[in-house]
């Protein structure tokens, strides 16, 4: 194992990460949502196949604190981005759902994001496989 560091390419990799945010957040802005709404909704699409999102879910997965997922999802339901249910295995567990408006808005922002993704690929794949232990 080599304990040279290629500051270039780790520089460059985190310049298209960076990159990449910034075109998502601005995709976001022109929705109408802010990045953390923006992501909220693709974290409760993404993770509802492995069963309901609950809010303390939401908080975990977005590495924000209870109580600030508990107002960001008051936010979203106020915008009829999403709705609350309760858990009937457990009343004290609250679920989000999407709204046929976040499940538009999230697949109109996916798209962009998706294909700005395409486009920087090859890209990062490069990097990435500089990052590689021979």
Avoid at 23 to 44: E, N, R, V, W
Avoid at 58 to 76: G, Y
Avoid at 81 to 88: F, G, K
Wanted: no cysteine.
């Amino acid at each position: 194992m080599s304990d040279t560091v290629d500051y270039a390419t780790l520089a460059r990799f985190r310049y298209e990460l960076r990159k990449f945010q910034a075109f998502s957040k601005a995709a976001a802005d022109q929705a109408g949502l802010t990045p953390q709404q923006h992501q909220a909704l693709l974290t409760i699409r993404g993770f509802s196949n492995q069963g309901p999102v609950s809010v303390g879910d939401l908080a975990e997965f977005l590495f924000i604190r209870h109580h600030t997922a508990v107002e960001l999802v008051d936010r979203m339901a106020k915008l009829e981005l999403l709705i609350r249910v309760v858990d009937d295995a457990d009343g004290r567990r609250v679920l989000v759902k999407l709204t046929k408006e976040g499940e538009r808005r999230l697949q109109k922002l996916s798209q962009a994001n998706l294909k700005e993704l395409r486009a920087i690929g090859p890209t990062l794949a490069r990097m990435l496989d500089t990052f590689r232990i021979s």
